[in-house]
């Protein structure tokens, strides 16, 4: 199974010239890579960039950071999920801790979660815990759990595949620390474990990633010692090279 990297570009690229920058060398660079290591690798920018990612980018996946829980209707300043799949983004990062953070619940999370499997996009919904020291094996399942039961009766059992988990501490985003891969590597599992649980063993190999302040100095100790299937990159993968740099790590 390929290891995963995916580039969370967040609210950066603020200007067009930036972007084209961006999408100029990730082009240029991507070239080294083979097929099956392109196909491991999504990048995320802000929603007014993505047309141009998908049409400059064609054989990257594109993704969106973040898409409304409904298909339609009155909701200013939201993007559907129909709406980045006809564009052709391929898949979308949901429930993000910055926008957690922001107020968005677990509920809003798991409807987010059945509309982007429902409208075909792959999902990459994120799960962790508030501060160092919390029960988050607890919280983590929990999170899992109710994510899974929201779409076993509304998503059909051959769109589940498109469903992968990130846990991400909060307390590691942005600050360069990260937990010890054998943390890493207890929360992975007990990330699999709830997911064979509720969806089944056909389910087992569902990817699940560890982001947080990941780096090309620590991403292959962590993928390594921790079994996780990939990793989610915020800050280093606003220079493209180290996103490239780590998926032909992964991917020899």
């Not at 429930?95 to 619940?105: D, F, I």
Request: hydrophobic share 40%; with cysteine.
């Amino acid at each position: 199974m390929n290891t995963y990297v995916v580039g969370n570009l967040k609210m950066h690229l603020e200007t067009c010239r930036l972007r084209d920058e961006y999408v100029k060398r990730l082009h240029e660079l991507s070239q080294s890579l083979t097929s099956e290591q392109r196909s491991a690798l999504f990048v995320c920018p802000p929603h007014v960039h993505l047309e141009k990612f998908v049409t400059k980018l064609p054989a990257l996946t594109i993704g969106a950071q973040d898409a409304h829980h409904e298909l339609r209707g009155a909701h200013t300043g939201s993007t559907s999920s129909n709406a980045l799949k006809s564009l052709g983004v391929g898949c979308v990062i949901i429930g993000h801790s910055e926008r957690r953070g922001a107020g968005e619940s677990l509920e809003t999370v798991c409807k987010k979660v059945q509309t982007a499997l429902l409208s075909g996009l792959h999902v990459i919904v994120c799960v962790g815990f508030l501060s160092e020291g919390q029960d988050e094996e607890s919280i983590i399942k929990s999170d899992v759990a109710a994510i899974l039961e929201a779409i076993t009766d509304v998503v059909p059992a051959h769109k589940h595949e498109n469903l992968s988990f990130a846990y991400e501490p909060v307390w590691a985003i942005g600050t360069g620390k990260t937990p010890t891969t054998h943390h890493i590597q207890t929360i992975v599992l007990v990330i699999r474990k709830e997911v064979i649980r509720v969806l089944g063993d056909a389910s087992k190999s569902l990817p699940v990633l560890y982001g947080g302040s990941v780096t090309t100095e620590n991403a292959q100790q962590i993928v390594t010692e921790s079994t996780a299937d990939g990793v989610l990159v915020g800050g280093a993968s606003l220079d493209p090279a180290n996103l490239v740099q780590m998926i032909k790590m992964f991917n020899k």
